[in-house]
Structure formats: structure tokens, C-alpha cells
């Protein structure tokens, strides 16, 4: 089949670009920067689960909080001593060696309230009492017997007075109710709060073993990461093998193909050539000796003595011979014979099954890879030697056995205190709750007799109703003295006994915790009993500061270095991975790939371009081809020369003659269509294909020369440049992979020393007591207590005054007359003419 000859330029065009373009260098220079797998992700490890973790309490600034300052102020004042640091150490070792004289030294202040809290139950019953026996004997809470001047000053005096005292007793009296209240509901929190911060104290030690075997589980997920990894570790190093490598073997492949195409056009050309120029021999030996028939016949006539003016014609005619000799050309035979069953191959089938081949290279690494793989996943399924005795050989499990016993005797023995606690503080708060409504009652009547009393003076125009009004206000006000009396006993007490408890705890315990003397205290050798060193409990070879432990884990310190565990324990010796990443290392040097399969060049298609190579098609004379296409086939122009006959017949004078001439021009135009026409189609038909052959026979000949020996050193360099790249990936792979070991060493290491062994539990229970202690239970407390002795006190001022104000407010027994302005005041009571007495 003969192909168009301006398709292989093109052709040779671009495979020689490819061929002569195409860098054949290592493409390892790019592959170590490990683009294509990157480094090891950020793994998400569980913390340890702290089952004893302490959250802080805080209480909340709320509107008690400047009534509780005023508390602690008062308190500073009575208690003017400093922390007793001798009488509580003979307390703790020697309970029975006591003096009283220092604790009554200690307390002096107490001893003093105590004194005027004896006086007050010893002087106002006794008050009560005589007061009683008066209005027995009417003499105590009478009537004004005569009516002055001074007496609307002074009822009005006394009024405001009484109802000034009455408003202090009822802002007191509800204080005092919502302290009580609140007392009540913070006891039952910070009980309950208690077996919580020694749970919290007994895990400082003992939870830790437990918690370092929930770390070493988290080993678990860089393993669980690495597997998965592992399962397309083959498709990652091939597609990266073949991602690097496919611009060369692409390149060489297209570049094959193209060649292909360009043997196929040449081999295709030179058939055509030798066919044409067959063709174009046979036509010449037939046209040869018509040519030379009719120049002889052509001469004769011309050279007739009757021809008139044919002497132009006459020189036409004896040119009339076969320019183009195409006998003298080179034969291409041999040539023809050395491309026989050229091409032998498809190289169109050919690069898309080397391409397919060369696509599944991923697939083919994995499938290769498959066995190496599963090895180095039975050694990631191991477990590091060191990590399996992370908890196993933890320092101070018998130490950690001993504090928990003894935090647990300690907890267990506070629980029936606790509940008693809670019983009495129920009592507590039953009495609080009676004695506050008992001043309530003293604060309901002492106000409705001002108002009844009030409302009585003020009704002037019955005189009968204002009495009866005035006389129930006054016996109102008699009645919330009475109250008073009967309950002032109760009163003092619950206050000095509540007074003694909190008052106590605060200056003795609170404020040496907050100003941090108890630690200085506990600090300080021989202070506490040996049942109570922290040392020892811990077994420790070292005393600690409980001060400097406690503003440590304030700090955000570790129990790790505060109880100095590291000298016991060799934390870096249990997380060791490098044997374990050594195997892991030693099994991944064991990837190999082989690239055998991937040909680039069929065996055919290799001896088609070794039959190219040695065709000699460029040794062609296409020089001696292109002179004789340059030549006419006729060096006559047959056409022109019969127009030219036939114009000579029609001038001649003989009929014969010109007969003849145009017999002749008729046979020349009939050579000319049948056989001069062809032979030139034919020439122009060789000149085409001889000049696509000369123009690219040359480059053809260097490309395959140039594909060839590419080719040949690909195949041996392909395996080399794979191994490369797969070492390289195999190097990524393994950072990559020991990076989440790395991580997981990481993670344990600050686990271990910042949260596992922290002392969170230690400043968070003492954190958390203080606040139990002092802000949740002895502040609401003491500041209940506050509030019950200011209404207990504000009782004797308003007995007085409402003693001295009822008086008032019975009927006046003789008034004078008076028309001063006084008959218009507000406490003006109307003349009378009579008096029921």
C-alpha cells in the first residue's frame, strides 16, 4: 500500500526529537526527599484515664462573701495568738502531757467571750425573772399616769428607737436563716467531698502501675498504623518507581513507536520507488520506438521540396527523441531484498503492551514485595522487651501498698465521724431553724404592736377604739419580751457553742493552712508522729517538703521529680525501641523488584530495526534519480509541435501534403495521451517518493542507531535505577514507620513524668480540703453563729425599748389641758371626761 510522502517527515521529525532529547539520567536525584510518603502522621493517643483525678473547687464569689470577711476580721481580733506550734506537737505525740494553762493562755480571747456569754446567761434570765415577778405585782410595764409636754417627744423617741432595733433584729434574723440554711446544704457536699480527696491521696502511688500498663497498651496504635501501612507498601514503592521512571521509559517507548511508523512509511516508499521506476523502464521501452517512427516520418515530409515554411518544424521534429533515461538510475533491489518482511512487528501493539507492562509495575512490586511484607509485620506485631516490664518493675509497690493501707484505715475510720457529723449538724440546724424563728416571733410582735399602738394614738374620733387599739399594741410588745427572755438562754448557748467550734477552726486550722504554717509545721522533724511522715509512707530514702511538694504541684511539677523516682527507676531503659526498630530496619532491607519483564523493544521489532540499520537505504544514489525526473520524458513538446503540423497542412498548396501533415500531428497528440501523459505521472509520482527517501534516510538510519543503543542501556539500567528508588522509599518507609514509634516513645515519656506520676492528687486534695474545710463548711458556719449573737445581743436593747415604749401606748390616766398645737401632733391622745380604771 502506498503512503502519502509527506507523512514522514513529521514522523522522523519527532521521534528524532525524542530520541536525541531524551535524559537518560539516574532519577534518584529527586527520590530523597520522600515527596511521596511524607513523614508520619500525628497519632491520637489516649491519656490515661486518672480515676482519681482531682477537680478544684472553688466557691463562688456570691452576696455572703463580705459578711464572711467580716467573720474572719472579728475572729483575728479575738484570737490575737499565733500558731500554738509546741501545744499542737505535744497534742499529736503526747496527748496526755497537755497543760491546760497553755490552752487557756492559747485561748485567751474564747475564754473572754466565754465570760461574756456566762454573764449574759446568768443576767438576762435573772432579769427575766424579776421582770416577771413585777408585772405580777403591777409594778413593771405600766401606764404614763399624767399627760406633759415631753410625752409625745418621748414616745415618739422610743418608738423610733424600738423599730430601729427591730429592723437590726430582722436584717440579723434573716442572715441568720440563710446561713443556717446555707451551713446545712454545704455539710452534706463536703462530707461526702472527704472520701473523695483521700480516694484521691490513696492513687498518688498505687494507681500508678495500673495506669503505666494502660499506657503501654496504647503501644497498640503505631502498631495498628504501621500494619495498615504495610498493606500497600508494595503499591506505594511501585507507583513511586514507576511515577520516577516514567518519563524515560514513556519517551523511549513513544519514541519506538514513531520509529515504527517511520520504517513502515520508508519501507512503504521504497516499494513504491522500485515499483514506479519499473513502470517507468517499460514505458520507455515502449515509447521509444514510436518516438523515433514518427521524427523519421516527420523528417521526410518536413524535407519535401513542396513544404512551404517548414523549416521552423523541420528543427522541431529532429528533437523529437526521449529526454529522461531511466536506465542509467542505481537499481534498489538490493536494498528491497534486505527490508523483506520489514516490518516483521506491530509496534503499535507492541509499545501498548510494553506500556501495560510497565503500568502494572505497582502491582507487580506488591505482588514481589508480598512475602517481605508479611516478615515485617510479624515483627511489628512484637512487643518492645522493655515495654513489657514497664509496670511489671516499677519502683515502690510494697511503699504504694503502705499508703494506700494507711490513707484507706484513715478514710474508713472518718466515716462513722462523718456520719455523726452530718446527725448533729441536723440537730444543729433543727435548733438554728427554732431559735431563728423565735427571734422572728420577737421581730413580728415588737412590729405589730408599733403599729397597733401607732394606729391607736392616731384614732382620734373614737376614744374607746383608740384605747382598745393602743392597750393591743402594748401587750404585743409585752408579749415579744417575754419571748425574748424565754429564749435568750437557748440563744447564747447554740452561739458560744457554734462560736467555739468555727471560731477554732478558722484562726487555729484555716488561717495556718492558708498562710501555709501548717505545712511549715508538718515540715519540720519531729512535729508529726511517725504514723503521719509522708517519707516514710512512701518509702522514700529522702525527706520531702510537704511545702516545697506542695507549691511544686502547684507549679505544674511531676511526682516524678518531686519523690525523685528516677534514681530508682531507669525510665529511658524500658523505652529503648532501637532493637526493635533494627529488625524492623533488617527485614525492609529484604524488598527487592525485578524489572525483567519490561522488554521496551519485541524481539521482532528489534530485528526490524537491525534489517533498517544495515538496509543501506541511505546509500541510495537518489542524485542520479533526482537528474532524470528533472528531465522531460519528450525533449519535444508534442503538443505545441502537432498544433504546429496542423497549421503547416492548412498553408500547404498540395492537398496531399498536408493531408499527411495532419495525419501525422493526429498521431503525435494519440502518442502523446497514451503514452507520454502516464510516463509523466509516473516520473511525478518518483519524485516525490525519491525526495521523502532522500530527505529522511539519514535521520532514520541515526534514530534507530540512537533507540537501539537506548534500549540497550536501559535494560540494564532500568534494575538499577528500581533498586535505587526502592531502597530509597524502603529508607521513607522506615522513617515514616518509626516515626510513630518515635511518637508512642514520646508520649509515654511525658505521660510518665508529667501526668501518670503526677502530683496533682497531693495539692489538689490539699487545694480542695482547705476549700471543704474552711470556704464550704466554716465560713457559712461561723458567719451563722455571727448573725444568731447579733440578734441575741440586739434582744436586751429591744426589751428595753419596748418595755419603755408600751407604756405609751395604754390609756394616760390624767391629761392635761392644753391648747397649744400639741392637740394636733401625731401621737396626740383625745381628752377624756371619765376613765374606766
Known amino acids: 500500500m502506498t503512503r502519502a510522502p509527506g507523512l514522514l517527515a513529521p514522523l522522523l521529525g ?297 523549416t521552423e518544424a523541420q528543427s522541431r521534429a529532429r528533437a523529437l527523441e526521449l529526454g529522461a533515461d531511466f536506465h542509467r538510475v542505481s537499481p534498489v533491489d538490493d536494498v528491497l531484498h534486505r527490508l523483506k518482511g520489514v516490518p516483521e512487528a506491530n509496534f503499535s501493539s507492541m509499545v501498548q503492551e510494553e506500556n501495560s507492562t510497565f503500568n502494572a509495575l505497582p502491582l507487580l512490586v506488591a505482588l514481589q514485595t508480598a512475602n517481605v511484607v508479611k516478615e515485617v509485620k510479624k515483627v511489628v506485631a512484637q512487643k518492645p522487651e522493655g515495654l513489657k516490664t514497664l509496670a511489671q518493675r516499677f519502683p515502690g509497690w510494697e511503699a504504694a501498698s503502705r499508703w494506700s493501707r494507711a490513707l484507706k484505715e484513715v478514710e474508713q475510720s472518718s466515716r462513722p465521724y462523718l456520719k455523726e457529723v452530718q446527725r448533729y449538724e441536723k440537730y444543729r440546724w433543727i435548733l438554728g431553724c427554732v431559735l431563728c424563728s423565735a427571734v422572728l416571733l420577737v421581730v413580728v410582735c415588737n412590729l405589730v404592736g408599733l403599729n397597733l399602738g401607732i394606729w391607736g394614738l392616731s384614732a382620734r374620733e373614737d376614744p374607746s377604739r383608740s384605747e382598745a387599739k393602743g392597750e393591743a399594741g402594748a401587750r404585743f410588745l409585752l408579749i415579744g419580751v417575754g419571748f425574748s427572755f ?42 508529726l508522729p511517725p504514723s503521719m511522715n509522708l517519707s516514710q509512707l512512701l518509702g522514700l530514702k529522702k525527706n520531702i517538703s510537704i511545702l516545697l511538694a506542695y507549691q511544686q504541684c502547684r507549679e505544674g511539677a511531676a511526682l516524678w521529680s518531686i519523690l525523685q523516682l528516677n534514681d530508682s527507676y531507669d525510665l529511658e531503659k524500658h523505652l529503648n525501641i532501637s532493637q526493635y526498630t533494627a529488625k524492623l530496619q533488617q527485614e525492609l532491607q529484604n524488598l527487592k523488584v525485578d524489572m525483567k519483564n519490561l522488554d521496551l523493544l519485541s524481539p521482532a521489532a528489534h530485528r526490524d530495526l537491525e534489517a533498517l540499520q544495515s538496509s543501506g537505504l541511505e546509500k541510495i544514489h537518489y542524485s542520479g534519480f533526482l537528474v532524470q525526473i528533472q528531465k522531460p520524458v519528450v525533449n519535444t513538446n508534442m503538443e505545441k509541435l502537432a498544433q504546429e503540423l496542423e497549421e503547416l497542412a492548412q498553408t500547404q498548396g498540395s492537398s496531399v501534403l498536408g493531408k499527411q501533415l495532419q495525419e501525422e500531428a493526429r498521431g503525435l497528440k494519440n502518442l502523446y495521451q497514451e503514452k507520454v501523459l502516464p510516463q509523466q505521472s509516473l516520473v511525478a509520482n518518483l519524485n516525490l517518493t525519491v525526495r521523502a527517501l532522500a530527505s529522511s534516510a539519514p535521520n532514520l538510519q541515526m534514530e534507530t542507531s540512537g533507540v537501539l543503543d537506548k534500549v540497550a542501556y536501559l535494560k540494564g539500567e532500568l534494575p538499577t535505577w528500581a533498586t535505587s528508588i526502592l531502597r530509597n522509599e524502603s529508607e521513607c518507609f522506615l522513617t515514616r514507620e518509626v516515626g510513630y514509634f518515635s511518637q508512642y516513645v514520646a508520649w509515654v515519656r511525658e505521660e510518665v513524668t508529667q501526668r501518670i506520676a503526677t502530683c496533682q492528687p497531693l495539692s489538689g486534695a490539699l487545694d480542695n480540703g482547705r476549700v471543704v474545710l474552711c470556704d464550704m463548711m466554716a465560713d457559712p458556719w461561723n458567719t451563722f453563729w455571727f448573725c444568731l449573737a447579733w440578734c441575741t445581743f440586739f434582744l436586751i436593747p429591744s426589751i428595753i425599748f419596748a418595755v419603755k415604749t408600751s407604756k405609751y401606748f395604754h390609756p394616760i390616766w390624767k391629761r392635761l389641758s392644753s391648747t397649744s398645737s400639741e392637740e394636733t401632733q401625731l401621737f396626740h391622745i383625745p381628752r377624756v371626761t371619765s376613765l374606766k380604771l
Not at 428607737?161 to 455539710?187: D, P, R, S, Y
Not at 507507583?239 to 521512571?245: A, E, K, R
Not at 477554732?504 to 508538718?522: G, H, I, M, P
Open 14 to 310: 519527532l521521534g528524532l526529537g525524542l530520541g536525541l532529547g531524551l535524559g537518560l539520567s539516574p532519577p534518584g536525584a529527586g527520590a530523597a526527599d520522600c515527596v511521596s510518603l511524607g513523614g508520619a502522621e500525628r497519632l491520637a493517643f489516649a491519656p490515661a484515664a486518672r480515676v482519681h483525678w482531682l477537680a478544684p473547687r472553688v466557691r463562688p464569689r456570691g452576696a455572703l462573701s463580705p459578711l464572711y470577711g467580716t467573720v474572719r476580721r472579728f475572729l483575728s481580733v479575738v484570737q490575737l495568738n499565733p500558731f500554738p506550734a509546741e501545744l499542737v506537737k505535744t497534742l499529736l505525740n503526747e496527748p496526755a502531757s497537755v497543760k491546760v494553762d497553755e490552752v487557756v493562755r492559747y485561748e485567751a480571747g474564747y475564754v473572754v467571750c466565754a465570760v461574756i456569754a456566762g454573764l449574759y446567761l446568768l443576767v438576762v434570765p435573772i432579769a427575766g425573772l424579776c421582770f416577771c415577778c413585777c408585772r405580777c405585782c403591777r409594778r413593771c410595764g405600766g401606764r404614763v399616769k399624767t399627760e406633759h409636754k415631753a410625752v409625745a417627744w418621748e414616745r415618739g423617741t422610743l418608738a423610733a428607737f424600738l423599730l430601729l432595733t427591730t429592723l437590726v433584729l430582722l436584717i440579723g434574723v434573716v442572715c441568720a436563716f440563710v446561713t443556717n440554711q446555707h451551713t446545712h446544704e454545704q455539710v452534706g457536699p463536703s462530707v461526702e467531698a472527704v472520701p473523695e480527696i483521700l480516694l484521691s491521696l490513696r492513687g498518688l502511688v498505687s494507681d500508678v502501675p495500673q495506669e503505666l500498663r494502660a499506657a503501654v497498651q496504647q503501644f497498640s496504635l503505631p502498631q495498628k498504623r504501621v500494619l495498615e501501612e504495610l498493606d500497600g507498601v508494595g503499591m506505594s514503592i511501585g507507583s513511586t518507581i514507576h511515577t520516577q521512571l516514567k518519563s524515560t521509559v514513556y519517551e523511549v517507548l513513544a519514541s519506538g513507536s514513531s520509529l515504527g511508523q517511520a520504517l513502515q512509511v520508508s519501507v512503504d516508499h521504497l516499494q513504491a520507488l522500485n515499483t514506479t521506476l519499473v513502470e517507468l523502464r517499460k514505458g520507455q521501452q515502449d515509447l521509444e520506438p514510436a518516438v523515433r517512427e514518427h521524427r523519421e516520418r516527420l523528417l521526410a515530409l518536413l524535407q519535401e521540396s513542396g513544404c512551404q515554411g517548414c
Open 486 to 527: 424565754l429564749f435568750a438562754a437557748p440563744l447564747i448557748l447554740l452561739v458560744f457553742a457554734t462560736f467555739l467550734v468555727g471560731g477554732n477552726v478558722q484562726t487555729l486550722v484555716c488561717q495556718s493552712w492558708e498562710s501555709k504554717e501548717l505545712y511549715k509545721f508538718a515540715d519540720t522533724p519531729g512535729n
